[in-house]
């Protein structure tokens, strides 16, 4: 195996004239982790600029040789709220360079980097993948699988989905709820925000995790901002829909889609959810009808697309009747410390 240099630090300890050939890079790794169209370079260069969230802390590491940047990798972790001991990571060396050690370097390299705190590393991976066999190598099993779902929407009938998205207005009225569309910000001017806040930990929390090491997570007002600041900043604008109980005006479920000025034809489904007290009413359904009738309405957003939980039978069987169909799955893989020595 050829020889290689390592620099590992913060993004502040790559060298300038290495930027743009590390943002082709990420590029690249995106097209390979996801059977989607990756972010344009600017998408990239933007999120390079952005400071860590606070509740975040990371490690980049880039490989070299012959002073040629071939591969990298980066490890974040949590240092507030939950999820303390678990970390994530993304590896990629550049095709040419492949099959000759490299990622088992870097993969080293993360580990002997990593917190003592740390006991958990998670890597995920494209099914039947370059790097799904690759980390098939060192562990047997994935942890949880997400299966990715996308419909082109010329496929739709506007007026029939308008007609259908109406009748479940009405239907649901009649139980006792209503509609709200917001936008990346609307939750605060539109709602009790501690009641907001509190439905998205309450629908976060149930989402399955499978055979994931994760706890529950813990939603604050500061830190669900931060999040959507974050997201905006990203160039993400949101389009959704919140499902309000009539008699107590409380929010009790919701589904949104984001779609990053990059890629303005695609809409990347986000949270869909309802609190349990309300299941059973079909809320669910009715509100991806309110967000496929918006969509439908810009004629410039052409796909859209979603990723769900491999054990999500419900949300499976809704995205199949709004004629998703499946592109991909990606799994994700765990290394825990007592294990990592085989590496």
Do not use: C
Not at 32 to 40: H, K, T
């Amino acid at each position: 195996m050829s020889s290689l240099d390592f620099i590992i630090g913060s993004k502040a300890d790559l060298p300038e004239k290495y930027l743009e050939q590390f943002f082709l890079m990420l590029q690249d790794n995106s097209r390979a982790r996801f059977p989607v169209a990756p972010y344009d370079l600017d998408f990239y260069r933007n999120f390079w600029q952005m400071p860590l969230q606070p509740e975040d802390d990371e490690l980049q590491l880039w490989a070299f040789e012959n002073d040629v940047l071939v591969g990298f990798g980066f490890v974040s972790w949590k240092i507030k709220y939950e999820n303390l001991h678990i970390a994530s990571a993304q590896i990629y060396v550049l095709p040419a360079k492949r099959l000759k050690g490299f990622g088992t370097s870097i993969l080293r390299l993360l580990f002997q980097a990593l917190p003592p705190h740390i006991e958990t590393l998670s890597i995920g991976a494209l099914l039947h993948s370059i790097g799904d066999s690759f980390l098939k190598k060192y562990q047997e099993k994935f942890s949880f699988v997400e299966i990715i779902n996308a419909v082109d929407l010329s496929v739709f009938d506007l007026k029939e989905v308008q007609a259908f998205a109406s009748s479940e207005r009405e239907r649901l009225k009649q139980l006792g709820y209503s509609f709200v569309e917001i936008g990346s910000y609307d939750y605060l001017a539109k709602f009790d925000v501690q009641n907001y806040v509190r439905m998205i930990e309450e629908i976060w929390n149930d989402m399955p995790v499978e055979d994931l090491s994760y706890d529950k997570v813990v939603i604050t007002v500061e830190r669900y901002k931060s999040l959507i600041d974050r997201f905006v900043q990203l160039g993400n604008k949101i389009i959704g829909f919140v499902a309000v109980e009539s008699k107590t005006n409380k929010p009790i479920g919701l589904t949104k889609a984001s779609i990053n000025k990059s890629q303005p034809y695609l809409a990347e489904q986000d949270d869909t959810g309802v609190v349990h007290a309300h299941r059973g009413n079909g809320l669910g359904l009715a509100l991806k009808y309110q967000l496929l009738e918006k969509l439908l309405a810009d004629p410039s957003i052409t796909q859209w697309f979603a990723g769900n939980a491999l054990s999500n039978d419900h949300m499976l069987r809704i995205n199949k009747l709004l004629k998703h169909k499946e592109i991909g799955r990606k799994v994700v893989y765990e290394f825990h410390r007592k294990d990592w020595h085989r590496i």
